[in-house]
């Protein structure tokens, strides 16, 4: 049916970039993996949706994020709620329980909303609430690279891993498909391709460009480009036309930079009442785009079909609501309150009234 088009789960699955990312993928012997039942993230019929749904899977703040362990060591899963623990020290709003009287809960004993494995190939994980969708039998999260004796070594060549994969079961996006970070011009994608093909689970170019190209929901971003978030893709330098001198090329990330906690405390704040005002503001950025000019009635349509049916379905009960007027117009109810918002409507072609806001043609 139409109206689910934009709302299948979005696997993120990331390959893992070795500490040394001068090295080839193929050379450290790590490669991309998907588990070959998951579908890569379906195309959007616009990129203000997708960058707007992606954005309101976030878990609801003022309860506990569960999760439990499919499998692994005892020492693995510790260190693993160690990591984590940095995500939940950013975001006033967010409490991870993984633990049941002092040690890690095991799947087996309560399934949670989380599921982690260390079992599977690849590092990967559903996107925010996303995992709600998927069997309780299945992991929701994998971090293949955490396997053997938990070394230093290991360690240090996996925290990084484990905060990106938990980011994205927080909600948040890859930070080079941010479309301020130029990474599609800086990159040479031939050579990304055939590079992608040739691992042992290949990805194909659609799964390449799900992953890697930006999402252009520019102007519904409200925090700027980081390239040392942990969200960033560490690619191989030969990846890039200008090698090591593109901006795009970055060290893998092992720490959350200072973009990163301040994206999860703006996800997470410490009351509801503050996370729905965050998107109340995502809602009216993504109504400004979905009703300017770059939009056809067409568009127009289908983003307005789409929206109503993706955000009820959302853990954040929006008080946004979008529908079009005869004139093709956007209208949203809900409270705007951003003034940089406010002052776009006034300044153009959309008028406000009494907070709600609307879109003219
Ligand atoms: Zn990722």
Not at 41 to 51: F, M, S, T
Not at 75 to 95: H, I, M, R
Not at 233 to 239: S, V
Not at 342 to 349: L, P, R
């Amino acid at each position: 049916m139409k109206l689910q088009r934009g709302f299948l789960s979005a696997l993120l699955v990331c390959f893992y970039a070795s500490d040394t990312h001068a090295h080839s993928f193929n050379a450290d012997g790590t490669h991309a993996g998907e588990p070959p039942s998951r579908e890569a993230a379906p195309q959007q019929p616009n990129d203000v949706l997708q960058g707007l749904i992606d954005s309101a899977k976030v878990w609801e703040v003022e309860e506990d994020l569960t999760l439990c362990f499919m499998d692994g060591a005892i020492d693995t899963q510790e260190f693993f709620l160690q990591v984590v623990k940095d995500w939940e020290n950013a975001a006033p709003g967010l409490t991870i329980d993984g633990t049941v009287n002092g040690a890690p809960r095991n799947c087996a004993d309560e399934v949670t909303e989380l599921r982690i494995s260390f079992n599977q190939e690849g590092n990967w994980s559903y996107v925010g609430t996303d995992a709600e969708k998927i069997p309780a039998k299945e992991a929701t999260l994998n971090i293949g690279t955490l396997t053997g004796p938990l070394t230093n070594r290991l360690r240090k060549r996996t925290r990084g891993s484990i905060l990106h994969e938990f980011g994205h079961a927080l909600g948040l996006k890859h930070e080079h498909q941010h479309p301020d970070s130029n990474c599609e011009a800086q990159l040479d994608w031939p050579t990304v391709y055939s590079a992608f093909e040739a691992f042992e689970v290949p990805w194909n170019k659609q799964k390449v460009d799900a992953n890697i190209r930006p999402i252009i929901a520019k102007e519904i971003e409200l925090t700027p480009y980081d390239r040392s978030s942990v969200m960033h893709y560490a690619l191989p330098a030969k990846w890039f036309l200008q090698k090591t001198q593109a901006t795009c090329y970055v060290e893998k990330a092992n720490i959350l930079s200072d973009g990163d906690k301040a994206i999860a405390a703006e996800r997470y704040p410490a009351t509801l009442e503050e996370q729905k005002e965050y998107f109340d503001r995502l809602i009216g950025n993504a109504a400004t785009v979905a009703g300017s000019d770059k939009f056809n009635r067409k568009d127009r349509e289908l983003f307005v079909e789409e929206f109503n049916a993706a955000l009820p379905q959302s853990i954040i009960n929006v008080s946004g609501n979008v529908s079009m007027s005869q004139s093709g117009g956007i209208n949203v109810q809900g409270n705007v309150t951003d003034s940089a918002i406010i002052e776009n409507f006034n300044g153009g072609a959309l008028n406000l009234n009494g907070g709600a806001v609307s879109a003219n043609d």
